[in-house]
């Protein structure tokens, strides 16, 4: 079992569960989750010979919560990651694996720190670089200009979101985890006007999961009843502030090893649908880069499939 430990990451205090000695792997999680989403790789990565420390980002679980929304910026994320590597391995760079929005997290990470980080994994979200311009452009280009729904949008004005999710934190839980898991249905998302809830018209799901326990639900549930929403839906809402952070770096390349793990039934890996091939797309950017796309699985990469994301994960750290 891991020991849960409280680091100070200089702005903030972080949660973290630790298992194993030897050199320092940094686990980060996505939205909506928790250290616990990497319950099966703790495990496996320490007997390894490394130490496996998966953190609650900030806003999460057993981390600090500030109130601001440009707190949850890139560079505040990033820099709570230099703080953990500097707390647990001051002497070495460290490495990093993240999902979700934590594969963001870690990509710019080591883009921007490469003297803290020396290796750097993603899952289900591929590095394409620094932003040509602000995510928020794009979305409403493509969906909000032409009265479309998109969840990114939805997240944008603080308290609207929060109203509708935690008004029943298992049922958003059970419906949103669901909708992009290998188990929904193909399109489980539909088209919908722009002034929709979230879960509108997302398919229920029927009996349990393969992946997750009514148990592992029970955890999360219990960790959002006290953390609420608002800290990890203020991620969404730092689109601006990342692009104007993350813009002197255009010109430069993520040089350190990479790998990445996709999904084919997850709509992340290919950037909704803008890219055909995330491994080869990433090359322009991270030419050190390889990867591997899991066919059938959907966006909960390491919950869903835990002994191959594992062997995976082995085998590219056991050659760094």
Partial sequence: MPEFRSIDAGA????????????????????????????????????????????????????DKPEAVSAYGLEQLVGDLVGVADALQPDAPAILIGHDWGAPIVWNSAFTRPDRFHAVAGLSVPFAGAPQRPFTEVFRELFTSKGAFFYQEYFQVEGVAEAELEADL??????????????????AWPLKPVDSLLLTGLPEPTGES?????????????????????????????????????????????????????????????????????????RHFAPNVEGTVLEGCGHWTQQERPEEVNRLLVDWLGRL
């Avoid at 393969?210 to 608002?230: H, I, K, N, Q």
């Fill in 210 to 282: 393969a992946w997750l326990s009514e148990a592992d639900l029970d955890y999360y549930v219990g960790e959002f009843t006290r953390s609420g929403l608002r800290g990890p839906l203020n991620r969404y809402r730092n689109h601006e502030r990342d692009f104007a952070w993350l813009h002197p770096f255009a010109a430069r390349k993520l040089e350190q090893p990479a790998l990445f793990i996709g999904g084919s039934a997850d709509p992340a890996t290919t950037l909704f649908g803008q890219v055909s091939d995330p491994v080869a797309m990433m």
């Fill in 170 to 187: 298992r049922r958003f839980l059970r419906i949103f985890l669901h909708s992009i898991s290998g188990e929904a249905p193909p399109n």
């Fill in 12 to 63: 903030v205090t972080l949660r973290a569960a630790v298992e194993g000695s030897g050199p320092l792997v940094i686990l980060v999680h996505g939205f909506p989750e928790s250290w616990y989403s990497w319950r099966h790789q703790l495990g496996p990565i320490a007997a390894a010979g490394f130490t496996a420390c998966a953190i609650d980002v900030r806003g999460y679980g057993g981390s």
